[in-house]
Structures are given as structure tokens and as C-alpha cells.
T-cell receptor, first 113, second 112 residues
Framework: QQQVKQSPQSLIVQKGGISIINCAYENTAFDYFPWYQQFPGKGPALLIAIRPDVSEKKEGRFTISFNKSAKQFSLHIMDSQPGDSATYFCAASPGQAGTALIFGKGTTLSVSS | DVKVTQSSRYLVKRTGEKVFLECVQDMDHENMFWYRQDPGLGLRLIYFSYDVKMKEKGDIPEGYSVSREKKERFSLILESASTNQTSMYLC???????????FGSGTRLTVV
């Protein structure tokens, strides 16, 4: 119930292509869904986030698509660049004070030039 | 920008040693967290704190304890370090209400 399942574990995309990372959850009480980007040797950094009352959020080349009925959300990276090569984590918030984000296991993205 | 500072980037400790990992945030955030990151296992929550002197166990608290005597500082303690605690340790903080975490750069701990 408290898990967030992320796929794929790793992804290789050509420069200019679209990278898609998927996450699924069980708990319908989750109310906040962020994505984090982590470069080697650095801590994860918040990339983009969405709430379940909207189906899509776009920031530059990064888009979250959210399907509430399917309990799934995905990150799309348009026109992928070598600088996007990083590990990406999806997460979900249980929506209660005094609780912590639940993270997926991460996706390592490599964008080849 | 919120800054979360972890006192050490790299640490090497011996089995059985007591180890202290320090984390300081500068934005008066109520919530602070300790995660460990291992390949293929993602980020696993060790402990978190939603107020001074308050602490909650996460998913993998065994072998660890925490201390939060001041709002800005959250310490992770390995009571008796073991080789299976070799990992990357990440500290994060978050203000009240909904929103994302700010992570520190991590401490890579090796226990030999």
C-alpha cells in the first residue's frame, strides 16, 4: 500500500529523443507527487511536482502526466540532452503531517550523443 | 535557496566504532530526514523528525539512532558501525505544509 513502483530501472535514449519514466502507486491518500533528479556525487534535487487534481504539468522540456484512476504518473523528457543523464526518482507523499515521502527505486537515464 | 549541509563528504570508519553524521539546514524547516542510498534499492528512510526533540522511525532504523536538540541540526548515529552500513547517507529538510525536500550532497561512509 505504501510502495511506489518505478520503471524502467535504466534507460538509454538518443539525443533529441523522448525519455519516459513511469511510476505506479497503491495508496489513494497520496496527495503530492514530486520527481527528483540526481547527478553523480550530488544529492537529489527537486525537478518537478504535481498534485492529483491536475492531469499534466509542464516545465520546459519536462512534463509530468498523471492518471488518477490508474494510479500512475510518468515523467517525459522531451528533446533529451546528454546533460539530462542522471538518476531520476519519483516519490509520493502520504498526505499527513509527520510523514515522509515514499520514493521509487530510481531510473538511471543515459542520453547518448 | 535552502541549504542543507552535511559535515563530511567521505568517511572511513572501523567496525564497532560509534559514528556521528551531522546535518544542518539554514531555513528554519520543521522536518528533517535521514536516508541511505544503495544501488538498486533507491532511497530508504532511516529516521525523520518533524520537530525539535521529536523523532520517528523510518523503514530501516535498526542499528541507527538520531538526535535533534536544535531545529537546524539533525544527527544520525551509528551506535556500532558494521560493514553492512557502508552506504551513501543523505540528509533532507522540508518546511511545513506540502512541498518537496531539499537534500544535502550526501556522506559516503565506508566501514572497514
Amino acid at each position: 500500500q505504501q510502495q511506489v513502483k518505478q520503471s524502467p530501472q535504466s534507460l538509454i535514449v538518443q539525443k533529441g529523443g523522448i525519455s519516459i519514466i513511469n511510476c505506479a502507486y497503491e495508496n489513494t491518500a497520496f496527495d503530492y507527487f514530486p520527481w527528483y533528479q540526481q547527478f553523480p556525487g550530488k544529492g537529489p534535487a527537486l525537478l518537478i511536482a504535481i498534485r492529483p487534481d491536475v492531469s499534466e504539468k509542464k516545465e520546459g522540456r519536462f512534463t509530468i502526466s498523471f492518471n488518477k484512476s490508474a494510479k500512475q504518473f510518468s515523467l517525459h523528457i522531451m528533446d533529451s540532452q546528454p546533460g539530462d543523464s542522471a538518476t531520476y526518482f519519483c516519490a509520493a507523499s502520504p498526505g499527513q503531517a509527520g510523514t515522509a515521502l515514499i520514493f521509487g527505486k530510481g531510473t538511471t537515464l543515459s542520453v547518448s550523443s | 535557496d535552502v541549504k542543507v549541509t552535511q559535515s563530511s563528504r567521505y568517511l572511513v570508519k572501523r567496525t564497532g566504532e560509534k559514528v556521528f553524521l551531522e546535518c544542518v539546514q539554514d531555513m528554519d524547516h520543521e522536518n528533517m530526514f535521514w536516508y541511505r542510498q544503495d544501488p538498486g534499492l533507491g532511497l530508504r528512510l532511516i529516521y525523520f523528525s518533524y520537530d525539535v526533540k521529536m523523532k520517528e522511525k523510518g523503514d530501516i532504523p535498526e542499528g541507527y539512532s538520531v538526535s535533534r536538540e536544535k531545529k537546524e541540526r539533525f544527527s544520525l548515529i551509528l551506535e556500532s558501525a558494521s560493514t553492512n552500513q557502508t552506504s551513501m547517507y543523505l540528509c533532507a529538510s522540508k518546511g511545513g505544509g506540502p512541498g518537496g525536500y531539499t537534500f544535502g550532497s550526501g556522506t559516503r561512509l565506508t566501514v572497514v
